[in-house]
């Protein structure tokens, strides 16, 4: 059975940091590009970063390039998003995606910006 189980949200002050962290089971890690996307209220999930199945390539939304990191560790079937120099406006909800020939979700971690 497939499981992908985002962790380490919470809420953090402006100019803080958090890392976000994704655990996958049920499939073949290792040959899935992994994503991370946000939904905050009323709007739109949009795409945040982007990794390659083997890490070797990166991409980032406009929004969050130079604050943001993704990276991913095929041993422990795990992508990361490092955030730091947090925004108000980064509040949402942080889901993770894996993509091959078909896309896992998983069920999302709350991050709320806010002093």
């Known amino acids: 059975q497939v499981h992908l189980v985002e962790s380490g949200g919470g809420l953090v002050q402006p100019g803080g940091s958090l890392r976000l962290s994704c655990v996958a089971s049920?499939?073949?890690?290792?040959?899935?590009?992994m994503s991370w996307y946000r939904q905050a209220p009323g709007k739109e999930r949009e795409l945040v970063a982007h990794?390659?199945?083997?890490?070797?390539?990166?991409n980032y939304a406009d929004s969050v390039k130079g604050r943001f990191t993704i990276s991913r560790d095929n041993a422990k079937n795990t992508v990361y998003l490092q955030m730091n120099s947090l925004k108000p406006e980064d509040t949402a909800v942080y889901y993770c995606?894996?993509?091959?020939?078909?896309?896992?979700w998983g069920q999302g971690t709350q991050v709320t910006v806010s002093s």
């Open positions: 995606r894996g993509t091959y020939y078909t896309n896992y």
């Open positions: 049920g499939f073949s890690f290792s040959r899935y590009a």
């Open positions: 990794i390659t199945s083997a890490g070797g390539s990166t």
